[in-house]
């Protein structure tokens, strides 16, 4: 009896160490683009704009952690959120929706934010919904590439400047352990 007692009080501190230790494993990265919608004279056909291409600074951003890139388990977009910054009197009712795809040299694109029903009512914020797939292979990377993909349902006549901050969750492990 005493030995059972003392292999299960072994266990159950070795499984909290555990997840004490997997806290420190996992972290957010943010990343804040902006970009310009140019004017766009049509409703309802696809436009595509591709983005400039995005420094993760992935290798120094591991580092603080105490990681690499070798290291990383799994990555999520946690939140992605849209924000207008001109025009002044700017906001969303111009969309109908709205893709973000990511993309790295070698790597196929993937969606990995999107809002396919904008509200009539949008205001200059936008959430958009987020994939739940892991998308590790393009934060490691050093460069992002991003691909907006829209659909109006009005015309615009002036150029939009938007800023897109994404959220992203990391579980890696620590260097030695």
């Known amino acids: 009896m005493k030995k059972l007692l003392i292999l299960f009080s072994f266990f159950l501190l070795f499984s909290l160490s555990c997840n004490e230790l997997d ?3 996992m972290f957010d990265i943010d990343f804040s683009e902006s970009y310009n919608i140019p004017p766009i004279p049509v409703v309802n056909i696809p436009v595509e704009i591709p983005l400039p291409p995005v420094a993760t600074h992935s290798d120094s951003l591991f580092q603080i952690y105490d990681t690499d890139i070798s290291l990383i388990e799994k990555a999520t977009l946690r939140e992605m959120r849209l924000i207008v910054n001109s025009p002044a009197e700017g ?8 893709s973000f795809f990511l993309g790295a040299a070698g790597i196929p694109e993937k969606e990995a ?3 396919y029903n904008v509200p009539e009512d949008a205001l200059d914020t936008l959430q958009l919904e ?4 892991d998308l590790s292979l393009f934060i490691v990377q050093d460069t992002l590439l991003i691909t907006v993909s829209i659909l109006t349902d009005t015309t615009t006549s002036e150029e939009y400047k938007i800023t897109a901050e994404m959220i992203f969750f990391v579980d890696a492990k620590i260097l030695g352990l």
């Open 130 to 133: 987020t994939t739940y797939e």
């Open 91 to 98: 906001n969303f009712k111009f969309l109908k929706s709205i």
């Open 23 to 25: 806290q420190f494993t």
């Open 113 to 115: 934010a999107w809002h």
